[in-house]
């Protein structure tokens, strides 16, 4: 899939129904210039609406899975930046799972995001849901530490 493609995908997410105001979220103040929560607004748009409508039938979840898988095929540093935000937040125990993998497996690159967003754990901007999908800052700081642990650990093994 090509960049134009995948922004094209995430363009349909950010205006599509499952994306309305009555999914109950709002990121900040709804005002973010920076590309990297660009990327990963769409993502928690659906997260949230995923969590609200947990159990019920539609195409929020099939939504969330494209929308992160498109952040995995992107290998520019705003997508690198948009994931490790991601990492603050629930978006559900495989694809958090997934998510990590995902950093780690980007490497070496990824540590001083890593550390970027752990030194601002609590001062992410809001993100409001009918449930809470932020992470406490004790668990993200947790996530975070491992990913860097995980890529230096990586790093230090001799090849065979």
């Given at each position: 899939m090509t960049s134009s493609a995948l922004l094209l995908v995430l363009g349909t997410l950010l205006s599509s129904s499952v994306l309305h105001p009555s999914a109950g979220v709002h990121v900040g103040n709804g005002t973010h210039s920076d590309p990297a929560w660009a990327l990963a607004t769409p993502v928690l748009k659906l997260a949230c609406a995923s969590r609200v409508t947990e159990g019920?039938?539609?195409s929020t979840e099939a939504d969330l899975d494209r929308a992160l898988d498109a952040l995995f095929h992107r290998g520019d540093a705003t997508a690198d930046e948009a994931l490790v935000i991601l990492m603050n937040f629930y978006?559900?125990?495989s694809r958090g799972t997934d998510l990590w993998e995902n950093v780690?497996?980007?490497?070496p690159r990824m540590i001083p995001l890593l550390k970027k967003y752990k030194t601002r754990v609590n001062s992410l901007p809001s993100?409001?849901?009918k449930t809470r999908i932020r992470l406490t800052s004790e668990?993200?700081?947790?996530?975070?530490?491992s990913a860097i642990s995980a890529i230096v650990g990586a790093e230090q093994?001799?090849?065979t």
């Open positions: 019920a039938v539609g978006i559900g125990e780690v497996d980007r490497g993100v409001k849901c668990s993200a700081t947790e996530a975070l530490d093994k001799p090849s």
